[in-house]
């Protein structure tokens, strides 16, 4: 290579760089009204596109390799994967009646989809983009976990008021633990060793210890001058150096944090107006959370536990994933 | 085959659930609301407030110009953005050491008035959901009469079938109606919620608490 071939090579391999450097992070939102995808910069909370998908896209998951992602698209009746890197549907998978909440197997070749009318999780080939098979489940099927090996699957069902332990291998149901009324959603801390459910009507959080399948701990919210009625627990984010667990409370418009150790809930955080669903950022420094009501995405500095910024999205946002 | 023992196989988990859930059932509801979300009878001041305090024993009825601004921003048919201007108008008259002991009785004369037509909104749809639940008893009951009735009857039995089908349709008809009613008037809470949210926060920047 000549000494100019050369210079222009490296200029170009710094070129490169910089445009990947430069290349910010993104937040997708759900607007359960709206039926459209939020795209925000992550750096200027700037929107950068607003994407039409199917009829009430609710869950949203970020894909493995972090290319795709998928969208329960409610009253479409299937699954829709959005290509992160042209921000186009690029094609549907089957999901059941009714997705509302799905969880992926950490090799993402398996989603596992709730699906509240029929008292179903349906398994989905995410390749074949088609149902392999079903399992019975508890009464509305509603939150959907897999733990971080992969064996065990969550299911919590409304009406029933259970979290629903099921062999990944087998798919057979192992335990049924009785929790609060309505549970919403349920995580899995990072080691396997707990799974966190919230309960929308009880307004608590269960701690299940995965292997004796017992409530060890239940967390109740109180909030000076706030309507019990009101608190009503839904999302869970574990942060990712297991400190704290945080809880969003729906028409509280609050965001409890919870000491993950001693299970104590050290403060509140007024985002905006039913706050369901939030994602971290990569780095787990920034929390997002989507709020319904407001109809708009709240922004937490997490070490300050301070929320720092207000972002108007779509009508009724349901979820956020953070993603490239 | 399969599909019916999977029915069954359903339908035994789901009793089996629902038998062993009885001890943490949901609290009981009002069976007249008819809303899919739950049903908050009162919107709370600290619901949406985390800045400064009203002032001790303080009342914003005394304030006549609370009183006016309530009356003209808090009713139904005003728009948020209209509402926020207003608001954001009125905290600009107020000199900078008041704001931090006006705005937040402003808001709280806000939650009360947002309550009184949150209150008159609620009890229509408590009406609403009555009559719907009164009509679905006088169709299941006409329902239950046809079945009992031959359908190839003659005579006055034919008539008395005729006249229930007119009957049955009429009220099903009439069902869907108030169901379309109810679809739309249960945003209304909704909505007011979210422009009182509006407002706590268009304060909260002019408290710069926010």
């Known amino acids: 290579m000549s000494p100019q071939l050369k210079r222009g090579f490296i200029a170009l391999c710094y070129l490169l760089a910089a445009a990947g450097a430069a290349r910010a992070d993104h937040l997708y939102v759900s607007n359960e009204k709206d039926n459209t995808i939020t795209v925000v910069d992550a750096g200027t909370l700037a929107i950068v596109k607003t994407i039409p998908v199917g009829a009430r896209p609710r869950g949203l998951l970020l894909a493995k390799d972090r290319k795709s992602l998928y969208i329960c698209t409610s009253d479409a009746d299937h699954i829709e994967e959005l290509d992160i890197a042209t921000l186009a549907v690029t094609r549907t998978l089957q999901s059941g009646p009714d997705p509302e909440t799905f969880a992926l197997t950490p090799d993402g070749k398996t989603l596992y989809v709730s699906n509240e009318d029929d008292n179903e999780v349906s398994i989905v080939d995410v390749a074949a983009g088609r149902i392999s098979g079903e399992i019975p489940t508890g009464v509305e099927p509603e939150g959907m976990v897999v733990s971080p090996d992969g064996k065990t699957i969550v299911n919590t069902s409304e009406t029933t008021s259970m979290a629903h332990f099921i062999d990944a291998a087998s798919h057979k149901m192992v335990a049924s633990v009785l929790v609060g009324s309505r549970p919403r959603f349920a995580a899995f801390t990072k080691d396997g060793g707990q799974v966190?459910?919230?309960?929308?009507?009880?307004?608590?959080?269960s701690i299940i210890d995965v292997a004796t399948h017992k409530v060890i701990h239940t967390i109740t919210f109180a909030i000076p001058g706030v309507p019990a009625e009101t608190i009503q627990a839904v999302g869970i984010n574990l942060s990712p150096d297991g400190k704290w667990g945080f809880v969003a409370l729906g028409p509280a418009n609050r965001i409890a944090v919870v000491d993950a150790a001693s299970f104590a809930v050290k403060k509140y955080l007024l985002v905006g107006q039913r706050v369901w669903h939030m994602d971290f950022s990569f780095d787990g420094k920034t929390l997002y959370t989507a709020n319904g009501v407001s109809n708009d995405m709240s922004v937490i500095d997490v070490g300050d536990l301070k929320v720092t910024k207000s972002v108007p999205v779509g009508h009724l946002p349901w979820g956020v994933v953070y993603g490239p | 085959?399969?599909?019916?023992?999977?029915?069954?196989?359903?339908?035994?988990l789901a009793l089996t659930f629902m038998l062993a859930a009885g001890a943490q059932a949901a609290p009981p509801s009002d069976p007249d609301w008819p809303c899919q979300q739950r049903l908050v009878p009162r919107l709370a001041f600290a619901t949406y407030w985390t800045g400064p305090a009203p002032p001790a024993g303080a009342d914003w009825h005394a304030d006549p110009r609370l009183s006016a601004l309530s009356e003209a921003i808090a009713p139904r048919d005003v728009a948020t953005e209209d509402g926020i201007a207003k608001l954001t108008?009125?905290?600009?008259?107020?000199?900078?050491?008041?704001?931090?002991?006006t705005l937040p009785l402003a808001f709280a004369a806000l939650v009360d008035q947002t309550n009184e037509e949150r209150d008159t909104v609620i009890s229509q749809l408590k009406t609403l959901g009555a009559r719907q639940r009164s009509l679905a008893k006088r169709i299941e009951s006409d329902e239950a009469a046809l079945q009992a009735a031959p359908a190839d009857a003659s005579g006055d039995a034919a008539a008395e079938r005729a006249g229930i089908t007119e009957r049955h349709d009429l009220l099903v008809r009439s069902y869907h109606d108030i169901g379309e009613t109810i679809r739309y008037a249960c945003q209304v809470p909704s909505d007011l919620d979210a422009r009182l949210g509006a407002y706590a926060r268009a304060l909260a920047t002019q408290l710069g608490t926010k």
């Open chain 1, 196 to 205: 966190w459910v919230s309960s929308e009507v009880g307004g608590n959080v």
């Open chain 2, 1 to 12: 085959m399969f599909y019916r023992t999977k029915l069954i196989l359903t339908l035994g």
């Open chain 2, 89 to 101: 108008a009125f905290a600009q008259t107020l000199p900078e050491a008041e704001r931090a002991k």
